[in-house]
């Protein structure tokens, strides 16, 4: 292929991607843990020596809040803004994506097939389209790979030489600038979700991945793989900076069972779980990916590789789903990284030896459309999920526990913009003092998030926790000098008696799920 046509398909493609991803990027409500983020990435604007290492009170590092901040500065709607910093995100993933498969010798085609893939399949297609860290963090996991590879093929071609072979001790130029791309990049992913350790089996599968080299040259890989890990663990450690650094690990225990737990007999809780999130992977990453990507492990061609992309795999994803207490697809999206481009592989090999080394044109012809067939599939069903998520986003075929958290439960943000409407009309008119469900998260801080910029002398909104059994006095005392008094609340969670007269606005979630509503309780003030 030529460098002038390469050009015109990488521009191609980028487009493509970025239309995709960009196409009606808010027809899916903010979600709860965007909206944390946006917050936070808020604060610091307001306050950065204060608010810069927020994030670290509630065990998350800081990057990602981080790379929000400039874009919420530069444009209006804050979801919008925010979600953007994920495509770009994305759009750095796809094209380590090509790199990749082209350090590890696929052909051209094959390459921009696992960039294809990384862009339209629905695990990475939903995640470049949330204010979310595990996009990026993903996107770190790639960025490590690429440049671990390129360490172990630059210290192997050194080995091909007597002379080098001699000197491999001594690390080169190259060699050094691989070292500190790899730890580069792990350190990034530590910076942006602690789960970065999980890809630390990458590290001890690399020097294993060279299939001719002796054992004093996978001593010396393995040195500089260390050396890598080293540089990006003392990345880490750079937090320490701030005060607020052991509180990073203090909410562990929220999202796992301790290891001692699990080996006391709590596998039991967890081990019945690892179908379900065996089928996270069949629908997210479709089944004719997923059936590629195992049949890698019976490769002629790339077994090595493949090895390598599942030990990475499975090294990330079983302690997750092993200790997890509650484990969400996207706590899982970096393993796909490795599957994905495992079955881009095995797509060229079917290709090669099915059709390739055919001996009749039936055979050639059968086996052709078999592959073109698999790949349409994954590709139909890649495109439904994508135009029902633009076009009919209470639709989208989620898995159960996504569509729980995205459509239905608390965490959905249904009715968080028709909600932010009333209150401006309101505003407009007099002061409003709004109390809320819950003290963070989508209420009240997707809220707060669409007021921040605007002009809120005679707004106050206040979260008052939840269930909403009552309105607490502190609440009801702030609240004397505004002349209006609303409460927003998920339907569910009000266990306070109110006249239906009082409902001023309600926003029902698919599937019969809760309804967002705003209620004027302006009446109920106690009397001075």
């Known amino acids: 292929m030529s460098i002038k046509r390469s050009w015109w398909l990488g521009i191609v493609g980028s487009l493509g991607y970025l239309a995709v991803t960009w196409w009606r990027l808010t027809s899916l409500p903010v979600f709860a843990d965007e909206a944390i983020y946006i917050r936070w990435a808020q604060l610091i604007i307001d306050d950065w020596s204060r608010y810069l290492f927020f994030p670290m009170n509630d065990g998350k590092t800081p990057l990602f809040v981080w790379l929000m901040v400039p874009a919420l500065q530069l444009f209006n709607n804050p979801v919008w803004a925010a979600r953007l910093v994920s495509v770009l995100g994305g759009f750095v993933q796809i094209w380590l994506t090509g790199h990749i498969l082209k350090t590890l010798g696929a052909k051209r085609q094959t390459q921009w097939l696992g960039m294809l893939f990384m862009t339209v399949l629905p695990y990475w297609y939903f995640h470049h389209r949330m204010a979310l860290m595990d996009g990026w963090l993903a996107t770190a996991v790639t960025g490590t790979l690429w440049a671990l590879l390129q360490l172990a093929q630059v210290v192997a071609n050194?080995?091909?030489?007597?002379?080098?072979?001699?000197?491999?001790?001594?690390?080169?130029?190259?060699?050094?600038?691989?070292?500190?791309?790899?730890?580069?990049?792990?350190?990034?992913?530590?910076?942006?979700?602690?789960?970065?350790?999980?890809?630390?089996?990458?590290?001890?599968?690399?020097?294993?991945?060279?299939?001719?080299?002796?054992?004093?040259?996978?001593l010396a890989l393995t040195i500089r793989v260390g050396a890598a890990g080293f540089l990006g663990l003392c990345l880490f450690v750079i937090l320490r900076v701030s005060p607020v650094f052991g509180q990073l690990f203090a909410r562990g225990s929220d999202f796992l069972y301790p290891l001692s737990t699990v080996l006391a007999g709590g596998w039991t809780q967890t081990l019945p779980n690892l179908p379900t999130y065996a089928w996270y992977f069949v629908t997210y990453l479709t089944w004719p990916i997923c059936l590629a990507a195992v049949s890698g492990w019976f490769s002629k061609r790339h077994q090595r590789t493949h090895f390598l992309l599942w030990g990475a795999a499975l090294g990330y994803a079983v302690p997750i789903a092993l200790l997890g207490r509650v484990v969400?697809?996207?706590?899982?999206?970096?393993?796909?990284?490795?599957?994905?481009?495992?079955?881009?592989?095995?797509?060229?090999?079917?290709?090669?030896?099915?059709?390739?080394?055919?001996?009749?044109?039936?055979?050639?012809?059968?086996?052709?459309?078999?592959?073109?067939?698999?790949?349409?599939?994954?590709?139909?069903?890649?495109?439904?999920?994508?135009?029902?998520?633009?076009?009919?986003?209470?639709?989208?075929?989620?898995?159960?526990?996504?569509?729980?958290?995205?459509?239905?439960?608390?965490?959905?943000?249904?009715?968080?913009?028709?909600?932010?409407?009333?209150?401006?009309?309101?505003?407009?008119?007099?002061?409003?003092?709004?109390?809320?469900?819950?003290?963070?998260?989508?209420?009240?801080?997707?809220?707060?998030?669409?007021?921040?910029?605007?002009?809120?002398?005679?707004?106050?909104?206040?979260?008052?926790?939840?269930?909403?059994?009552?309105?607490?006095?502190?609440?009801?005392?702030?609240?004397?000098?505004?002349?209006?008094?609303?409460?927003?609340?998920?339907?569910?969670?009000?266990?306070?008696?109110?006249?239906?007269?009082?409902?001023?606005?309600?926003?029902?979630?698919?599937?019969?799920?809760?309804?967002?509503?705003?209620?004027?309780?302006?009446?109920?003030?106690?009397?001075?």
């Open 328 to 528: 969400y697809p996207r706590y899982l999206l970096p393993a796909a990284v490795f599957l994905t481009i495992s079955a881009a592989l095995v797509y060229e090999e079917w290709l090669t030896h099915w059709v390739g080394e055919a001996k009749t044109l039936l055979a050639k012809t059968w086996h052709g459309l078999v592959i073109v067939g698999l790949i349409a599939q994954t590709l139909g069903l890649s495109t439904v999920f994508m135009v029902t998520s633009w076009y009919w986003p209470d639709q989208t075929p989620f898995v159960s526990a996504d569509r729980s958290q995205y459509l239905e439960e608390w965490s959905s943000g249904h009715g968080i913009v028709e909600a932010v409407q009333y209150i401006q009309s309101q505003q407009a008119n007099h002061s409003v003092a709004v109390a809320t469900e819950g003290y963070f998260g989508t209420l009240p801080d997707a809220l707060l998030l669409y007021f921040f910029g605007h002009n809120v002398d005679n707004l106050m909104i206040e979260g008052i926790g939840q269930p909403v059994v009552s309105i607490p006095a502190e609440f009801w005392q702030r609240s004397t000098s505004y002349q209006q008094v609303l409460l927003v609340v998920n339907s569910h969670r009000l266990q306070l008696p109110l006249a239906r007269e009082h409902l001023r606005l309600e926003v029902c979630r698919p599937n019969g799920a809760p309804c967002l509503q705003v209620w004027d309780i302006t009446t109920l003030r106690p009397k001075n």
């Open 158 to 218: 050194r080995l091909k030489t007597k002379k080098d072979h001699q000197r491999i001790w001594q690390p080169t130029g190259s060699e050094l600038m691989w070292i500190a791309m790899a730890g580069g990049w792990w350190g990034l992913a530590w910076w942006l979700k602690l789960p970065a350790i999980l890809i630390a089996p990458l590290f001890v599968l690399i020097p294993l991945w060279p299939k001719t080299m002796s054992w004093s040259g996978r």
